[in-house]
């Protein structure tokens, strides 16, 4: 049987393998009882993938990632560092969220990386995304009977974001509790998409993606001291493994040999709710993914929406408008009398700095309101 937390032993040896990390014995998860903490891992790996056991055999023997390796791997022109935190001095990701008693993780790492990547593409840290991780696991995920208790795996939960998609928070909140699914009718009106799934098969691939489209999901081995990391670059020092878990792997940094992530255990576990974990640990690079979306679309209405410019041409309804925060949109009507009255009110709207509320379908306007 698996070892409890004990952090006494944990306090001794970071000290003697000379503290590689810090350990807090206040975190929300070390204050939880064994089955509560292994409620929030909830990678549970398909028939024909590595198991569990077999990914633990696996790290068990996997070599160190040494400075020397890490140099070799370089690839040109790929920056040492990348954090989507600060790109440009822009913040493309989410704030951390709590996944509660359920193992959810799957759904909450899959939602982030859907977006953290259409913040990127839109190169706004200001537009609110805020996915439904209800949505996706309670319903999507609940169709092919993933629960709380059995969790779920990366690749499934992104092909369900493709063919359904996932909508918002504010239409449907997450509770971290079973329940059945309970998202209301008309939830198409405001949904984001995913435009296919890539699978990263080396740390130099990880972080070309990371680098250069977006964060990526990362399921690995969560070992017992874990539970208490508080902050430093995390390196499996004592304990047995607990289980699975999924996170969003938001940038790296060679200097310190270590992946960026986001976890979803709230913010007063960890760096606010994020860590770093050293390369090589865990099986995070190889375990059920890593995976990017190569895409993600949303279509919902947005409000209080600066025209900042117009464009059009002779050719029958080609009209494209720009709005702070989302860039160039172009104007889809089903007739060219309806795209005049929209390009009309559009033009209204810029002369007399008055804000739009539309209805934006990927990089189409299909409806819009003067304010």
């Known amino acids: 049987m698996t070892e409890a937390l004990n952090l006494k032993a944990l306090a001794k040896e970071l000290k003697a393998s000379g503290a590689p990390w810090e ?10 009882t064994e089955d509560e903490r292994r409620m929030r891992l909830g990678v549970i790996p398909p028939a024909g993938a590595m198991s569990f056991e077999q ?31 600060d790109v440009g001095g822009k913040n493309y990701t989410t704030p951390p969220k709590n996944q509660g008693g359920c193992g959810s993780c799957v759904a909450h790492g899959v939602v982030s990386v859907m977006e953290t990547t259409y913040r990127r593409s839109i190169a706004s840290d200001s537009y609110n995304l805020d996915l439904s991780e209800a949505h996706l696991f309670y319903c999507h995920g609940g169709e092919e009977g993933r629960t709380c208790a059995n969790g779920w795996f990366p690749d499934q939960a ?31 009106a405001n949904v984001a998409k995913s435009l296919g799934k890539t699978k990263l098969t080396n740390r130099t691939k990880i972080k070309e993606w990371i680098a250069t489209r977006g964060s990526v999901t990362g399921c690995f081995i969560v070992y017992q001291d874990f539970f208490s990391y508080r902050s430093g670059v995390y390196r ?3 304990g047995d493994a607990a289980g699975g878990h999924c996170v969003e792997i938001i940038g790296y940094d060679d200097a310190l040999g270590c992946w960026i992530c986001k976890n979803s255990w709230g913010t007063n ?11 090589g640990q865990a099986q995070i690079e190889t375990w059920l993914g890593p995976y990017g979306t190569n895409g993600v679309t949303v279509k919902t209405w947005n409000n209080n929406l600066k025209v900042n410019g117009l464009w059009t041409n002779e ?4 009209a494209y408008v720009h709005f702070t925060g989302l860039g160039w949109k172009r104007l889809t009507t089903s007739s060219a009398v309806q795209q005049h009255a929209m390009l009309a009110d559009l033009i209204g709207a810029k002369g007399g700095n008055r804000t739009v509320r ?13 304010i």
Not at 159 to 187: H, I
Not at 269 to 276: A, D, I, M, R, V
Not at 358 to 370: P, S, T
């Open 158 to 188: 992104l092909d369900k974001c493709k063919t359904k998609g996932v909508t918002l928070e504010s239409v449907y909140p997450y509770t971290g509790s079973q329940q059945a699914c309970a998202v209301p009718s008309g939830w198409e």
């Open 358 to 370: 539309a209805l934006i379908d990927g990089a189409q306007v299909k409806e819009i309101y003067v």
């Open 55 to 85: 990914a633990v055999a696996a790290d068990k023997s996997a070599p160190m990632v040494t400075a020397d390796i890490i140099a070799s791997e370089t690839a040109a022109g790929l920056p040492s560092k990348f954090d989507h935190r």
């Open 236 to 238: 499996h020092v004592s």
């Open 269 to 279: 576990w960890g760096e606010g709710g994020y860590f770093k974990i050293a390369y």
């Open 23 to 32: 350990m807090d014995e206040s975190t929300e998860m070390a204050l939880l």
């Open 315 to 318: 050719a029958d309804r080609n």
